[in-house]
């Protein structure tokens, strides 16, 4: 180590407290924009759970329709004969959907409700735990965390786009912190739309040979009136929504951070430059330039940062752990991209914080160690 | 090519303009010789600790010309002086002036590597110089752990690191109880002696002029013309002899730096070790 790092570390460490509540602070700041984007990272894992699982290669919705999330997409029946006409789709399936409530007694719960043909091949429940995954008139299948909750079972009735249906089956992993998703049958759903012979979204099986974007291309292109996007943009877009909607909270909770964090460790290496400004003074005495004494300042702070950056990721990790077990509907998901962020957010708290120090430093003259005063 | 290690002449130094201005040191000059220890007196406020930190390229004169190996350090700039100071000095305090976090080795070490010495090189010669001082036990303990005496060997240790030419130590037994003050004059003596450094001292004990090659009296910022010195034998201050309150007992002539001291001597018995005036101060 050099004698920079050497005298940092050691600077740092002499005073446990005054040490461990530095880092102790800059783990909370920083734990705060880890845990947040977590939190959103894990619901938007969520939100597209739906499209990355329903089995389709490419999304087929109403023309300017790009996710799910608060949106009507609603396509003449027809286009679903067209879509399969394209070369390259091996299959495809229509579905109608909408954003809704389902209910049981007085519980109330906001579902993606998905209107399935009986024979769909596509875009049905992927991990039935209980009863049937096909569901007929006057039935459907409920994740099993809402009929937990609700305190429904097999057999029981629900009510779903206003009408009453009867619980075949329970699905797990369709559930989310914000909503759920319940599937009906195609013709239940098409009844209550008052029988009109429209779809939502044409669920597409690419063949084996074939490219998604090149056939999702092509059926925009053959296609009148359709968006066509493979199951990645589809998904793409459905977290862009999720994280558009959000940017605005992150941001401030970032902000939080990054200010809580920048004046805990701008504070506390004042605080130690301070305590030891005649051992500054006496490093310039003995020889040493202002180049040297910046970089022991400056390494204090990354010390600071990175100890604090590496306790509030263990944080952050625990608490996924914890969240994971707690059998919420909440997942915490800790990307690359978060990490590098928040990586960056403490490399420029620790320049940041180092900037007053560094001034102290500067000013200190070297005579001082001719001054009588506490010294070791 | 000079021989001298230090060479400071006409060297003025002058605090603030105008009529209030100070003046801390008025021409002064003074040549030390490799293996010279010089010792430099006065009373507080004489001018002693800024001359001390011209010397040791801490402080810039305001006149006058100071030479270190023939290297004219007081027309260095700001930029190189802090190599001037890494290499060419060794600074002891009378606070020692260790730093805290690090140990006895490290405190050491650091010095070395400062200068540029590998950090393996600059413990090991650490380690080897503090063990020659008799540290060798101590070289993991932090500077709060260890005595006073055992402080000024580490300082003195970091002061010989990197072999300066110049050793300036300020009060280095000031803090020190008599034994261990000793000791260190016998160290500082051998540094010279023995390693062949210049060794400048400020201080006001007394004691340190045994081990002095030159004494040197420094008043209102001048060195005075040649003075003979006598220590009063109350208060054991030196004090001129021209100056001094007098009394005479026993055939011989006592020199007091207070009336106060001379009626406390005649009304008391005379320490052994008093009866012989100091030695002349001279000014070269």
């Known amino acids: 180590m050099s004698a920079e790092g050497l005298l940092a570390r050691r600077s740092l460490t002499r005073n446990r407290v005054r040490f461990a509540v530095s880092v102790g602070g800059v783990a909370l700041a920083l734990s705060l924009t880890l845990a947040l984007d977590a939190i959103y990272a894990g619901v938007a894992n969520q939100l597209t759970t739906y499209v990355d699982r329903a089995g389709a290669d490419v999304w087929v919705g109403q023309a300017g329709v790009r996710n799910l999330h608060m949106v009507a997409s609603w396509l003449p029946a027809s286009v679903v004969e067209g879509v399969r006409a394209v070369p390259g789709v091996a299959d495809a399936t229509p579905i109608l959907y909408s954003t809704d409530t389902i209910s049981a007694g007085n519980e109330r719960a906001v579902a993606y409700v998905v209107g399935l043909p009986a024979d769909a091949t596509m875009g049905g429940p992927w991990d039935v735990v209980e009863g049937s995954a096909r569901v007929g008139r006057g039935e459907i299948i409920v994740d099993q965390g809402f009929a937990r909750t609700a305190g429904v079972s097999i057999g029981d009735t629900v009510t779903a786009l206003g009408r009453q249906a009867r619980i075949v089956g329970l699905s797990q992993g369709t559930a989310s912190l914000v909503n759920s998703v319940a599937f009906v049958s195609f013709d239940d759903f098409q009844a209550m739309r008052g029988g009109a012979p429209v779809v939502s979204f044409v669920l597409v099986k690419v063949a084996p040979a074939a490219s998604s974007q090149a056939v999702a291309a092509a059926i925009g292109s053959e296609v009148p009136g359709v968006t066509a996007q493979t199951r990645s943009d589809f998904s793409t877009q459905e977290r862009r929504l999720v994280m558009d909607m959000s940017a605005d909270v992150i941001s401030i909770i970032n902000a939080v951070g990054f200010v809580v964090g920048l004046a805990v460790v701008a504070l506390t290496v004042y605080v130690a430059t301070l305590a030891r400004r005649r051992e500054y003074g006496v490093l310039k005495a003995l020889g040493a330039r202002n180049g040297v004494l910046y970089r022991v300042v400056l390494a204090q702070s990354f010390l600071s940062v990175a100890a604090g950056f590496l306790v509030g990721l263990a944080f952050t990790g625990l608490l996924a752990f914890v969240v994971a077990r707690a059998g919420l509907n909440l997942e915490l998901s800790i990307s690359a991209a978060s990490l590098i962020k928040v990586g960056l957010f403490s490399a420029v708290i620790a320049g940041l914080a180092s900037i007053l120090p560094i001034r102290q430093v500067s000013s200190v003259d070297p005579a001082v160690v001719f001054r009588r005063g506490a010294a070791a | ?284």
Not at chain 2, 104 to 129: H, Q, T
Request: charged letters at 30%; hydrophobic letters at 40%; proline letters at 4%.
């Open chain 2, 1 to 284: 090519m000079s021989t001298l290690t230090l060479d400071v002449r006409e060297v003025s130094k002058r605090f603030g303009d105008g009529e209030t201005a100070v003046k801390a040191v008025d021409s002064v000059s003074l040549a030390v010789e490799p293996g010279e220890v010089v010792l430099i007196m006065g009373p507080s406020g004489s001018g002693k600790t800024t001359l001390l930190s011209m010397m040791g390229a801490l402080l810039r004169p305001t006149g006058g010309t100071i030479h270190l190996d023939g290297t004219e350090i007081s027309a260095l700039t700001e930029g190189r002086l802090p190599d001037i100071r890494l290499r060419q000095f060794g600074f002891i305090f009378q606070d020692f002036n260790l730093l805290s976090a690090l140990s006895v080795l490290e405190n050491v070490a650091i010095v070395a590597e400062l200068a540029g010495a590998g950090s393996r090189v600059a413990r090991d010669k650490a380690a080897a110089l503090l063990t020659e001082l008799g540290l060798g036990e101590r070289l993991d303990f932090l500077p709060e752990k260890l005595s006073g005496g055992e402080k000024q060997r580490v300082a003195i240790a970091r002061a010989l690191i990197n072999d300066p030419a110049l050793i300036l130590a300020d009060e280095p037994t000031a803090n020190l109880d008599s034994k261990i003050g000793h000791e260190i004059m016998r160290l500082l003596r051998g540094i010279a002696k023995e390693r062949g450094r210049s060794v400048v001292i400020v201080s006001h004990d007394q004691r340190i002029r045994d081990i002095a090659d030159r004494v040197l009296w420094l008043e209102d910022g001048a060195f005075r013309d040649v003075v003979t010195m006598a220590t009063d034998p109350v208060c054991e201050m030196a004090v001129e002899r021209e100056r001094a309150v007098r009394a005479e007992r026993d055939g011989e002539t006592y020199f007091f730096c207070s009336r106060g001291c001379r009626d406390e001597f005649l009304g008391g018995t005379l320490p052994d070790d008093s009866r012989h005036p100091r030695s002349e101060i001279a000014v070269r």
